[in-house]
């Protein structure tokens, strides 16, 4: 039975929800949101808003560095992820899912298994198993995604060229006693959506591989890192012997896993299901599985019965105010089951929740442990608030955990908690595992005293002049003191516990400080005239996930007091023993740093030809480049004479990912004027610069890797760069519908509100001749663009956006924009142009106004006979499996039936109406669905594990045949159906937008039966 009605949203600490992998059931995941590197990296630190725990971070610590690189490349622009392939879920909600460490254990009984393998042991491929590598050094290999250290074979990124065709095959199963219930279960995990395929083969003779499970079909919009689980049924070869083949197939793609295979027929427990919109009153199931609860979004216990075990109602502690303060050490004891949505708090809204509260009288390290609760428990939050009104400020963060409870749960550690109450919520979570009785232990012990190195307030003192150089700071060590400092320059390398030390010179110096942390890795140091994170200025800083030591350079220091940080990433959260060396610079080759600059007159200098970075250190990565400014550099000092405009062009001479920066000063973040970076090994331009007299700092960078430019020429030249005619939204150019109207945004400034666009953009102000849908694209476009319209063209303020992206389906170019909105003739709407982050180029404009999409009922079609479905409301009268109990609408051969849908908020979930429609057929026939609709759509025919029965249980989960289409689309189908019940699923294939007050939104289908052949 699949009624499913609400789909409660991502665990946060270890493992996934039950997502299924098929057309028709799974659940669609929207475009992720391009995210900075940065954040993803500092995000298992977790944040000042709400904190999950990062996966994406644990995955990438035990693969190569290139995956860091991959991510950085999608901010930059270079290499956009392509949103991913959308399937179509019956389910009536949406929700996104992301955060996901890790996956539930499925326990079976081990007489049904006829081979299993969690990836656990230490061989690659596992006993049994073969793989095949076609992409050396990039296939499978045995990896720690998650947090809690649940091993699995992953495969990480290449870069574009690369094919990887890299194949897992199982060892051979005999399944001649094998049940009905034979199938095969597994985990799968992708990175960001870049196009792949993952694909499952069986072999009945251990050579001949056939296609049986697809990822763009069944997977198809499973999340970005997450676990998903997929079940094949492999009841088709009972009686055979069986070897399953599976699949990665990509080029520059990026992460992917596979875990926890197993082939079983083992039958799935069933137990009590408590689910609905009301908790104070639950709709209670028996004898459902796990799978169904957690896809109606509701709590689930093996074994048990509604009679026995009625569903529970929300207690006192549902509500933070609720909850009864206690003393430490106490162990809090309570059932999470009817826990409800706290909308009211910003920092946990996202899930139900229970609230446990402790107060301390003294500073204190507190530990939280899950152990006493059931075995999986797999979700939790790592914040406390210390106000049940959530006000700002009250949220604590920055906790450390591990999955160290005897029973694999997690235990969570709040460092250094000042004397007060704070209020900790126990989150539901039925697919992680984290529903019932729960049993959470909290204790605490004194904050250690502070010594010397600490804390800003008690420092680790150096006093030097520069007759004491080289000084070195010996045995020095982070472990044991605490995490007081991790919103610094370092990012995510100040999310360990840190050595604060003050450095008092007597001298001006120009010195290099090296931090050798004599074997670990993933280190920091930085250095600035303040304490860190309380008002200090960053001067430099030097981070290193390898174990040898590394150096701030060309440090160019006053006689004053400074202060040092050390610190590492949260794991490894300490250095056991470390030292800091203080040196003078020494010689240093022109063009090494700002101290020592390769000197540039303009005008006069052309050029500079047959260059290198290579040889020379990475003084500067913190910088407007991004990751393009952790290669070793070169620096130029530009001093301009008079006030000019000019174009600099770095060529790489073939080395990728370079890219060069022009600052006011000393490269930094603060001080950038204009940057170029790109992954390719093209020149790269910043054209029409304009330069008043003074001095200037141009810097030639590349990535990690490679770390250096062997050869490069460098040109900067002196240019007149006419105003472009329409840069300034002021000067928008009126047009009209156009077609391949040239433009060029390369000498564009940027200008407007940059809540679409940050690029050098220009203006367009366009007069709708015809009322109907404007398409408004920039496809045929030569670069990166993007793209917003607004409604009028006044400028300040901009209009009302009515669209922005960035990029479309463009004939199978996907980095050009499009826009599709509504206009009316004589009304003026404004055109902004620009490209993806700091892309410009040379385009094409083209607008042109289609008929707008009017769907009718035809003459002597059936009437539905639903009214519209509004927020909050349910679907009684043809929502199939998806309500409760099922409500079927009803067609013929030979009818057609005229309808209306509608997407809707139920709760803070997005829904839609889907209609379910049953049929009888009396013998066998080609039978024809024919539908049309007003609004994007997905319709097919159900399809069933026994032909021609139409019980909820009875259904696949897929969809098939099925078709899709946009507004106004007619769409045909036609399949061979024996006698029996069949049903027919429509619907609108978005989850918003199509609201009751903008409506109605048509849809007409028709069914036609011709008598076949069996």
Avoid at 491 to 502: A, K, N, T, W
């Amino acid at each position: 039975m699949l009624n499913w009605r609400k789909l409660i949203p991502v665990l946060v600490i270890a493992l996934s929800i039950l997502a299924f992998g098929a057309i028709a059931f799974s659940d669609i995941s929207p475009e992720q949101e391009k995210a900075e590197a940065q954040a993803q990296e500092n995000a298992l630190r977790s944040t000042a808003t709400q904190a999950p725990i990062s996966a994406d971070l644990a995955a990438k610590w035990a693969m190569e560095e290139e995956i860091a690189a991959k991510i950085a490349a999608e901010e930059e622009g270079e290499a956009e992820a392509v949103v991913t392939k959308e399937a179509y879920a019956t389910r009536d909600n949406h929700k996104g899912v992301a955060n996901i460490a890790g996956h539930p254990i499925t326990r079976y009984n081990p007489g049904s298994i006829y081979f299993s393998e969690d990836f656990e042991a230490e061989d690659m491929p596992p006993v049994g198993w073969d793989t095949v590598n076609t992409d050396p050094g990039y296939g499978f290999f045995l990896g720690t995604y998650s947090g809690g250290g649940t091993q699995a074979a992953l495969v990480t990124w290449h870069a574009a060229g690369y094919i990887q065709d890299e194949w897992m095959i199982s060892p051979t199963a005999d399944l001649t006693s094998a049940t009905s219930d034979i199938r095969c279960e597994f985990w799968f995990l992708k990175g960001y959506s870049y196009p792949h395929e993952f694909k499952v083969y069986v072999a009945t003779d251990g050579v001949t591989f056939n296609l049986v499970w697809d990822s763009d079909v069944e997977g198809a919009g499973y999340p970005e890192f997450a676990w998903t689980q997929a079940t094949i049924d492999m009841s088709a070869y009972i009686g055979q012997s069986v070897t399953l083949g599976f699949q990665y197939y990509g080029e520059d793609a990026d992460l992917f896993g596979l875990d926890d295979v197993v082939l079983t027929d083992d039958a799935a427990a069933t137990g009590r299901c408590c689910y609905g919109p009301d908790p104070f009153n639950p709709t209670c199931e028996d004898d459902v599985t796990l799978e169904y609860c957690t896809g109606v979004g509701g709590s689930w216990m093996d074994g048990g019965n509604c009679v026995d075990n009625p569903c529970p109602i929300p207690d006192e502690n549902d509500e933070c105010t609720g909850a009864t303060v206690q003393a430490l050490p106490y162990t809090f004891m309570g059932n999470n089951e009817a826990a409800t949505y706290d909308t009211y708090c910003q920092y946990f809204g996202d899930y139900p929740n229970v609230w446990i509260a402790f107060e301390i009288t003294e500073c204190m390290d507190i530990t939280l442990t899950y152990c006493g609760s059931p075995d999986g428990w797999g979700n939790g939050w790592l914040n406390l608030i210390t106000d049940c009104a959530c006000s700002e400020g009250s949220l604590i963060s920055g906790a450390t955990y591990d999955f160290d409870c005897a029973n694999g749960n997690p235990r969570i550690y709040f460092d250094h908690l000042g004397a007060g109450t704070y209020y900790y919520p126990v989150m539901l979570d039925a697919s992680s595992g984290a529903a019932g009785d729960y049993v959470i232990e909290v204790t605490g012990v004194a904050c250690p005293p502070i010594t010397p190195g600490d804390a800003c307030e008690d420092p680790f003192v150096v006093n030097i002049g520069s007759g004491d150089l080289p000084y070195t700071i010996a045995n020095q060590y982070t472990c044991g003191r605490q995490d007081y400092y991790n919103e610094t320059c370092l990012g995510s390398y100040d999310g360990g516990e840190d050595l604060i030390v003050q450095l008092n010179l007597a001298d001006d110096m120009d010195v290099k400080i090296t931090l050798d942390p004599k074997g670990l890795t993933y280190t920091g140091i930085a250095i600035s005239n303040g304490c860190p994170d309380d008002g200090g200025t960053c001067i430099g800083s030097s981070t290193n996930s390898g174990s040898d030591p590394h150096t701030i350079q060309a440090l160019s220091l006053t006689a004053g007091s400074y202060f040092i940080i050390v610190d590492t990433w949260p794991t490894p959260d300490c250095i056991p023993d470390l030292d800091i060396i203080i040196e003078e610079m020494g010689e240093t080759q022109e063009g090494d740093n700002c101290l020592s600059p390769i000197k540039v007159d303009l005008p006069g200098f052309t050029s500079d030809l047959g260059q290198t970075t290579c040889g020379r250190i990475d003084d500067y990565n913190a910088t407007c480049m991004g990751y393009y400014d952790g290669g070793e550099d070169i620096i130029y000092e530009i001093t301009v004479a008079s006030a000019m405009t000019v174009n600099f062009t770095l060529d790489p001479k073939g080395t990728t990912y370079s890219g060069m920066g022009l600052f006011n000063s000393c490269p930094s973040d603060d001080d950038c004027i204009d940057y170029e970076t790109g992954y390719s090994s093209d020149p790269k331009r910043m054209t029409c610069v304009s330069l008043d007299p003074g001095v200037y700092y141009l810097m030639v960078d590349t990535w990690p890797s490679p770390d250096c430019i062997p050869e490069f020429d460098l040109f900067i030249t002196d240019t007149t760069c006419e105003a472009l005619e329409n840069d300034d939204c002021a000067d928008a150019i009126a047009i009209n519908e156009v077609m391949d109207l040239p433009f060029s945004t390369e000498a564009a400034t940027f200008d407007g509100d940059g809540t679409c666009l940050t690029s050098p953009n220009i203006w367009y102000c366009y007069t709708a001749t015809e009322s109907g849908d404007a398409t408004i694209t920039l496809c045929g476009s030569d670069y990166d663009t993007k793209m917003a319209v607004y409604d009028g063209c006044s400028c300040d303020p901009l209009g009302a956006e009515l669209g922005c992206n960035d990029d479309s389906d463009c004939d199978f170019k996907d980095l050009q924009s499009t826009v599709v909105t509504p206009v009316i003739a004589g009304n003026s709407y404004l055109v902004e142009v620009g490209g993806y982050s700091s892309n410009t180029g040379p385009g094409v404009l083209s607008i042109w106004v289609s008929e707008e999409c009017v769907v009718e009922c035809p003459p002597g079609s059936t009437p539905e006979g639903e009214p519209c479905i509004g927020d909050n409301e349910e679907d009684v009268t043809n929502g199939g499996c998806n309500s409760v109990p099922p409500v079927w609408g009803s067609i013929g051969c030979g009818e057609t039936v005229c309808a209306e849908v509608s997407t809707y908020l139920y709760g803070s979930d997005n829904y839609r109406d889907t209609d379910w429609y049953e049929f009888t057929l009396d013998n066998w026939y080609d039978v024809t669905l024919t539908f049309c609709g007003g609004f994007p759509f997905v319709a097919g025919f159900l399809e069933q594990i026994v032909p021609g029965s139409n019980e909820c249980d009875n259904f696949t989960g897929y969809i098939a045949p099925y078709a899709t289409g946009d507004e106004c689309d007619t769409a045909t189908l036609t399949i061979t159906l024996g006698p029996g019940d069949y049903a027919i699923f429509s619907g609108p294939s978005v989850y918003e937008g199509l609201d009751c007050a903008s409506g109605p939104h048509v849809y007409w289908m028709s069914l036609e039966c011709v008598p076949a052949v069996p």
